[in-house]
């Protein structure tokens, strides 16, 4: 196969099937129904990319590699996160990220530069949102994920240790169900943003901060809501207990780990891999 033959489009309801089924293979962790039907329509601020093999005389597509990430604000980020970004001002707080919940290439389509262009296309909506930083948390036996993020000029920032709890058995060691996250990230300068839109929002942005600093002091103003903000999916979710090995969006790496914001896990400097990039 050619790279001719690979096209990049959003994932659409019609690649359901597919996208289920490469998360099964390629991921140790069960992922709910939710999470997909967020993914295929775009809700809760969830974006995506596909990688498709088209045949064009069989006039049909095959989904061969995926991208899915989220925006959200700094508010609801792990403080230890925001942290190892250098983020942790509340003048920051109506900032935004994007958090990449999964990306994968199914193995007979793997080392074609198909997951780099993936991550490109993820950066290039961060850019265009004008968020702050695009990150992500690497299971520690990931290997192949660590060079990838380098490659594509992601920092390397902390260690989080026992990050991951994983209990389906598909594991690499199946006695071991704790596993380290090692945080990446790309941080993006928006001052190098000439246009209009990026001028406005540098100038709003320490009244628009405030605004939301002052209201997170006063619990009787009305505030705005939504799936993932940190009261109600505190009220309705609440973490990952052990033993669970099924999660949802709002279950992946620092998306429940916001509401353990007094619990911050054991932070230390970033061991570099052995792997070459």
Known sequence: ???QDLAY?????????????????????????HFYECVIHSRDNIFSWAAVCRDVEMQSEVLVGFVTARTFRLYDCSLT??????????LLD????????????????????????????????????LCRAVYLHVIE???????????????????????????TGRQPDPNKNSYDAFLYAFLID????????????????????????????MPWAPRHSNYFSHAVRQRSYGPIKPGRSSIQPQDHG????M???NQSPQLQPAVRSQTTG
């Open 9 to 33: 489009r959003p994932i659409v309801p019609e690649d359901l099937h597919d996208l289920r089924a490469a998360h099964q293979a390629l991921f140790p962790i069960d992922y709910e129904s």
């Open 190 to 217: 928006i001052s190098y943003n000439a246009s209009p839109l990026a001028f406005l929002n540098a100038t709003y942005a320490p009244f628009r901060s405030l605004l939301g600093q002052l209201q997170a002091c």
């Open 94 to 129: 109506q900032e935004t990220v994007v958090y990449i919940l999964t990306l994968g290439v199914t193995d007979q389509y793997r080392h074609l530069g198909i997951a780099s262009q993936l991550i490109q296309r993820v950066i290039a909506s961060a850019q265009h949102q």
């Open 254 to 257: 620092m998306l429940w780990r």
């Open 141 to 167: 036996y990931n290997l192949a994920a660590f060079s990838l993020y380098r490659r594509s000029k992601f920092e390397e920032l902390a260690v989080l240790r026992n990050f991951y709890f994983i209990g």
């Open 81 to 90: 996160d925001r942290a190892c970004m250098g983020l942790e001002s509340r």
């Open 1 to 3: 196969m050619s790279r």
């Open 259 to 261: 509401f353990s914001r």
